[in-house]
Protein backbone atom coordinates (compact mmCIF):
# COMPACT_ATOMS: atom_id res chain seq x y z
CA UNK A 1 0.00 0.00 0.00
CA UNK A 2 1.33 3.47 -0.79
CA UNK A 3 1.07 6.52 1.26
CA UNK A 4 0.22 9.88 -0.07
CA UNK A 5 3.19 12.50 1.16
CA UNK A 6 1.80 15.14 2.91
CA UNK A 7 -1.32 13.75 3.22
CA UNK A 8 -1.86 14.14 7.30
CA UNK A 9 -1.17 18.16 7.47
CA UNK A 10 -3.52 18.10 3.90
CA UNK A 11 -6.27 16.56 6.29
CA UNK A 12 -5.32 18.70 9.36
CA UNK A 13 -5.66 22.17 6.55
CA UNK A 14 -8.74 21.08 6.14
CA UNK A 15 -10.04 20.35 9.08
CA UNK A 16 -9.08 23.54 10.46
CA UNK A 17 -11.38 25.55 7.33
CA UNK A 18 -14.31 23.75 8.66
CA UNK A 19 -13.54 25.01 12.88
CA UNK A 20 -16.86 26.52 13.60
CA UNK A 21 -15.00 29.41 15.06
CA UNK A 22 -13.99 29.86 11.76
CA UNK A 23 -17.56 30.07 10.32
CA UNK A 24 -18.59 32.62 13.19
CA UNK A 25 -15.62 34.84 12.64
CA UNK A 26 -16.07 34.96 9.20
CA UNK A 27 -20.38 35.24 9.85
CA UNK A 28 -19.52 37.59 12.18
CA UNK A 29 -17.19 40.12 9.75
CA UNK A 30 -20.23 39.47 6.89
CA UNK A 31 -22.82 40.72 9.28
CA UNK A 32 -20.92 43.84 10.51
CA UNK A 33 -20.06 44.59 6.35
CA UNK A 34 -23.48 44.25 5.75
CA UNK A 35 -25.19 46.51 8.38
CA UNK A 36 -23.04 49.23 8.00
CA UNK A 37 -23.70 48.55 3.71
CA UNK A 38 -27.51 48.79 4.51
CA UNK A 39 -27.60 52.08 6.89
CA UNK A 40 -25.02 53.74 3.68
CA UNK A 41 -27.38 52.35 0.77
CA UNK A 42 -31.10 52.65 2.39
CA UNK A 43 -33.04 55.77 1.23
CA UNK A 44 -33.16 58.76 3.95
CA UNK A 45 -36.00 60.69 5.00
CA UNK A 46 -35.82 60.90 8.37
CA UNK A 47 -33.07 58.90 9.09
CA UNK A 48 -35.16 56.40 11.06
CA UNK A 49 -35.29 53.01 9.01
CA UNK A 50 -31.01 53.12 8.98
CA UNK A 51 -30.95 53.81 12.76
CA UNK A 52 -33.16 50.51 13.07
CA UNK A 53 -30.46 48.17 10.97
CA UNK A 54 -28.75 46.04 13.60
CA UNK A 55 -27.22 42.88 13.67
CA UNK A 56 -28.68 40.35 16.00
CA UNK A 57 -28.07 37.25 16.43
CA UNK A 58 -24.40 35.30 14.36
CA UNK A 59 -23.70 31.82 14.50
CA UNK A 60 -21.37 29.51 12.30
CA UNK A 61 -23.67 29.04 9.72
CA UNK A 62 -25.76 32.71 9.49
CA UNK A 63 -25.99 35.83 10.63
CA UNK A 64 -29.48 37.60 11.10
CA UNK A 65 -29.68 41.15 10.59
CA UNK A 66 -32.85 43.57 11.88
CA UNK A 67 -34.25 46.26 9.70
CA UNK A 68 -37.19 47.84 11.28
CA UNK A 69 -39.17 51.06 10.32
CA UNK A 70 -39.96 51.08 6.76
CA UNK A 71 -37.19 48.50 5.19
CA UNK A 72 -40.01 46.47 4.25
CA UNK A 73 -42.21 48.75 2.16
CA UNK A 74 -38.67 50.13 0.93
CA UNK A 75 -37.42 46.98 -0.02
CA UNK A 76 -40.56 45.64 -1.84
CA UNK A 77 -42.24 48.95 -2.90
CA UNK A 78 -46.09 49.52 -1.90
CA UNK A 79 -49.70 49.81 -3.42
CA UNK A 80 -49.49 48.47 -7.68
CA UNK A 81 -45.44 48.45 -7.37
CA UNK A 82 -45.32 46.49 -4.65
CA UNK A 83 -45.77 42.29 -4.41
CA UNK A 84 -49.26 42.61 -4.52
CA UNK A 85 -49.90 44.95 -7.29
CA UNK A 86 -52.96 46.54 -5.96
CA UNK A 87 -53.68 50.56 -5.20
CA UNK A 88 -53.49 51.46 -1.99
CA UNK A 89 -57.09 52.21 0.13
CA UNK A 90 -57.54 53.01 3.71
CA UNK A 91 -58.80 49.71 5.99
CA UNK A 92 -61.55 51.62 8.44
CA UNK A 93 -62.59 55.16 6.42
CA UNK A 94 -63.61 55.68 2.92
CA UNK A 95 -61.05 58.54 2.34
CA UNK A 96 -57.03 58.71 3.26
CA UNK A 97 -55.67 62.16 5.05
CA UNK A 98 -52.62 63.54 5.06
CA UNK A 99 -50.44 66.74 4.52
CA UNK A 100 -49.61 68.10 0.75
CA UNK A 101 -47.96 71.30 -0.67
CA UNK A 102 -44.05 71.33 -1.52
CA UNK A 103 -41.42 69.68 0.73
CA UNK A 104 -40.13 73.02 1.82
CA UNK A 105 -43.97 73.30 3.74
CA UNK A 106 -42.32 70.18 5.93
CA UNK A 107 -39.75 69.13 8.26
CA UNK A 108 -37.54 65.85 7.40
CA UNK A 109 -40.31 64.66 10.32
CA UNK A 110 -42.52 64.72 8.34
CA UNK A 111 -44.68 67.68 9.97
CA UNK A 112 -45.72 70.99 8.96
CA UNK A 113 -43.61 74.01 9.81
CA UNK A 114 -45.14 76.68 11.73
CA UNK A 115 -45.60 80.41 10.34
CA UNK A 116 -44.97 81.34 6.60
CA UNK A 117 -43.08 78.30 5.20
CA UNK A 118 -46.07 75.82 6.62
CA UNK A 119 -48.63 78.32 5.44
CA UNK A 120 -48.17 76.40 1.34
CA UNK A 121 -49.37 73.20 3.19
CA UNK A 122 -52.77 71.88 2.49
CA UNK A 123 -55.04 68.72 3.64
CA UNK A 124 -55.11 65.91 0.43
CA UNK A 125 -57.84 63.49 0.74
CA UNK A 126 -57.60 60.17 -1.33
CA UNK A 127 -59.96 57.41 -1.69
CA UNK A 128 -56.55 54.97 -3.10
CA UNK A 129 -53.21 56.21 -3.90
CA UNK A 130 -51.08 53.95 -6.36
CA UNK A 131 -48.59 53.47 -4.06
CA UNK A 132 -44.57 54.22 -3.91
CA UNK A 133 -42.06 52.66 -6.55
CA UNK A 134 -39.35 50.37 -4.35
CA UNK A 135 -35.90 51.30 -3.39
CA UNK A 136 -33.95 48.18 -2.95
CA UNK A 137 -30.83 48.32 -0.58
CA UNK A 138 -30.75 45.21 1.40
CA UNK A 139 -30.02 42.43 -1.55
CA UNK A 140 -27.77 45.51 -2.87
CA UNK A 141 -25.82 45.31 0.38
CA UNK A 142 -25.50 41.69 0.86
CA UNK A 143 -23.74 41.31 -2.54
CA UNK A 144 -21.57 44.27 -1.67
CA UNK A 145 -20.40 42.93 1.40
CA UNK A 146 -20.01 39.33 0.75
CA UNK A 147 -17.86 40.62 -2.45
CA UNK A 148 -15.82 43.00 -0.05
CA UNK A 149 -15.80 40.66 3.16
CA UNK A 150 -11.96 39.25 2.64
CA UNK A 151 -12.71 35.56 2.68
CA UNK A 152 -9.74 34.93 0.74
CA UNK A 153 -7.36 36.24 3.52
CA UNK A 154 -9.56 34.65 6.21
CA UNK A 155 -9.00 31.44 4.46
CA UNK A 156 -4.97 31.69 3.96
CA UNK A 157 -4.67 32.91 7.80
CA UNK A 158 -6.51 29.38 8.86
CA UNK A 159 -4.84 27.18 6.17
CA UNK A 160 -1.16 28.67 7.41
CA UNK A 161 -2.06 29.15 11.28
CA UNK A 162 -3.05 26.94 13.31
CA UNK A 163 -6.59 27.69 12.81
CA UNK A 164 -6.94 31.03 14.49
CA UNK A 165 -8.36 33.72 12.95
CA UNK A 166 -7.00 37.23 13.87
Not at 57 to 63: E, L, S, Y
Not at 106 to 129: D, I
Amino acid sequence: MSQVIGATQLISRLERLGNPSAGRTIMAKLAINATALMKKNVARRSGMTGASIRPLTVTAQAAVIKVGGAGKWLEQGTGIYGPHHTRVVPRQAKVMVFMGGPTSAFRLSGTVRSGKAGAAAYKVFARSTQGMNKQPFIRKSLIEAAAGVGLKEVVIVLWDSGGIVV
